[in-house]
């Protein structure tokens, strides 16, 4: 039910794709708003360290009244492909 494809053009051969998915803003990447997704322009190599941290904060409780759960997710697949005309 994805709302986009991706398109193979020359030139053909191996692929490396790399998809993030994240409920928050991805750090900082230099990205293109391709609509419903973003185009990554940061270097691969340079991705890792721009999208993990960790650091420490003050834990936020909401009031149990609310019912909403306060959870961020990030998840990360890399895929190689041989693409052919």
Request: proline share 6%; charged share 35%.
């Amino acid at each position: 039910d994805d709302r986009f494809e991706l398109e193979v053009t020359p030139p053909f051969g191996e692929e490396e794709i790399m998809v993030y998915a994240s409920t928050t803003n991805p750090g900082e990447l230099n990205k293109e708003d391709l609509g419903i997704v973003y185009g990554i322009k940061t270097k691969s190599s340079e991705i890792a360290e721009k999208v993990r941290g960790i650091s420490i904060k003050p834990k936020t409780a909401l009031p149990k009244e609310s019912g909403k759960i306060n959870l961020e997710e990030f998840f990360e697949i890399q895929k190689i492909i041989n693409t052919r005309q």
